[in-house]
């Protein structure tokens, strides 16, 4: 099986970096997705990892070991628009994704 | 340009009916699968089809039946509906390999009163 674990809730400030934790456990790894959701809209693709290091896409960057069963998404220069949720998910054989149960962050102006 | 659609959007229903949920996407992808998110926003996979095939059926009651029709077209008729029922549900598409991104449609609201 797979567990993933996530903060609730976090808050930060317009212009500041926040890194958001995700630990997990599971039995096969395939690779650990990180997605972003606004209020009332579908999930889309922030970013991949599979092999450990840190992963960097503009403003985001995703980070992964997979020895610990740890990885983090880090925000920098932080807009009111990246107030949202943060799924945490694992790749399954399948290609199936398992979510964890989402940060809700929350930028301040 | 949608990538992947749902219809209906809202969908508000009485106990006991039964109701469908389209999907659509036009990305060329093989597999595609359906999600239901609860009040509680957590996200679980449900069905996942690989090319027209069943290869994901988490634990769902046999009330929830996919259907494809073809690789781009994945539909959920759901019988007898329950007020636990109510949540939205995503469809989603990928392609073959691994880390391959999902593209998730605006989702359905089902309501169930």
């Known amino acids: 099986g797979q567990n993933i674990d996530q903060p609730t809730e976090m808050t930060a400030t317009e212009g500041a970096i926040v890194q958001i934790n995700c630990t997990y456990q599971?039995?096969?790894?395939?690779?650990l997705f990180w997605y972003q959701q606004h209020a009332g809209e579908a999930p889309t693709f922030l970013s991949y990892?599979?092999?450990?290091g840190l992963e960097e896409k503009g403003r985001f960057s995703s980070f992964l070991s997979r020895s610990k069963g740890y990885s983090y998404l880090l925000l920098k220069e932080l807009q009111m628009k990246d107030s949202a949720s943060y799924l945490c998910?694992?790749?399954?054989?399948?290609?199936?994704?398992?979510f964890g149960s989402g940060t809700q962050l929350t930028v301040l102006p | 340009d949608t990538a992947v659609s749902q219809t209906p959007k809202y969908l508000v229903t009485q106990m006991g009916n039964d109701k469908s949920i389209k999907c659509e996407q036009n990305?060329?992808?093989?597999?595609m699968y359906w999600y239901k998110q609860d009040s509680k926003k957590f996200l679980k996979i449900m069905f996942s089809?690989?090319?027209?095939?069943?290869?994901i059926n988490e634990t769902v009651p046999n009330r929830f039946s996919p259907k494809s029709p073809d690789k781009a077209h994945l539909n959920l008729h759901i019988n007898s509906l329950e007020l636990g029922d109510s949540a939205v549900y995503f469809c989603?598409?990928?392609?073959?390999?691994?880390?391959?991104?999902?593209?998730f449609g605006p989702g359905t609201r089902l309501t169930v009163l």
């Open positions: 989603a598409s990928s392609l073959g390999g691994p880390g391959g991104e999902q593209f």
């Open positions: 599971t039995s096969g790894f395939n690779g």
């Open positions: 990892n599979v092999l450990d």
């Open positions: 998910a694992l790749s399954g054989s399948a290609r199936q994704l398992t």
């Open positions: 990305l060329g992808h093989d597999t």
């Open positions: 089809y690989n090319n027209k095939e069943l290869i």
